[in-house]
């Protein structure tokens, strides 16, 4: 089983990345779908043991990392993009025809801030949320089977100092 890390639109926010690998200590590979990409770029080179795939939002430097990318994990073939290209907040159905004719069976996107994850012909589609507002996801990939789930990063106060946790959105 390997576990995926997804994030996307930091903005930022890039301590919350850190607060969400502290919360999946196990997780092999980290997705950030930009929007954010730059700040968390220092931060992301400097994991032992991890997998980076970070891809360029609207809101990045045009020289930064590609605008998407494909890689296959345990069999599962992940389009990875920020979204804004394949126009995610009128329809999600240029997504789904691009990460298929990539032949892609899982697409990560961003962009809209809002946690998803559908299907839409033949292709999974998985949309962490913002991670500014906390939110992210955990996809588990086992033998070519995907589980993924939502949570969001919440402050709570004890001893006059805000302590994080996970809430699990779905």
Request: hydrophobic residues 40%.
């Amino acid at each position: 089983m390997t576990r995926l890390l997804v994030v996307s639109d930091s903005h930022g926010a890039s301590w919350k990345l850190s607060d969400a690998l502290e919360f999946n200590p196990g997780a092999r590979w980290v997705f950030h779908l930009g929007d954010g990409e730059d700040e968390a770029d220092n931060y992301l080179s400097y994991l032992p043991g991890k997998l980076i795939c970070r891809v360029r939002g609207n809101g990045d430097s045009p020289y930064g990392p590609a605008l998407s990318d494909v890689v296959t994990i345990e069999g599962v073939t992940v389009y990875a993009c920020h979204g804004h290209m394949e126009g995610v907040k009128r329809s999600l159905d240029r997504l789904a025809f691009t990460a298929k004719s990539k032949g892609a069976s899982l697409a990560l996107f961003g962009h809209t801030h809002e946690p998803f994850f559908g299907e839409k012909n033949g292709v999974l589609l998985f949309n962490p949320g913002s991670l500014f507002s906390g939110s992210y996801g955990v996809i588990d990939v086992d033998k070519g089977e995907i589980t993924a789930k939502h949570y969001r990063l919440d402050c709570f106060f004890a001893a006059n100092t805000c302590k994080m946790r996970r809430v699990i959105l779905q």
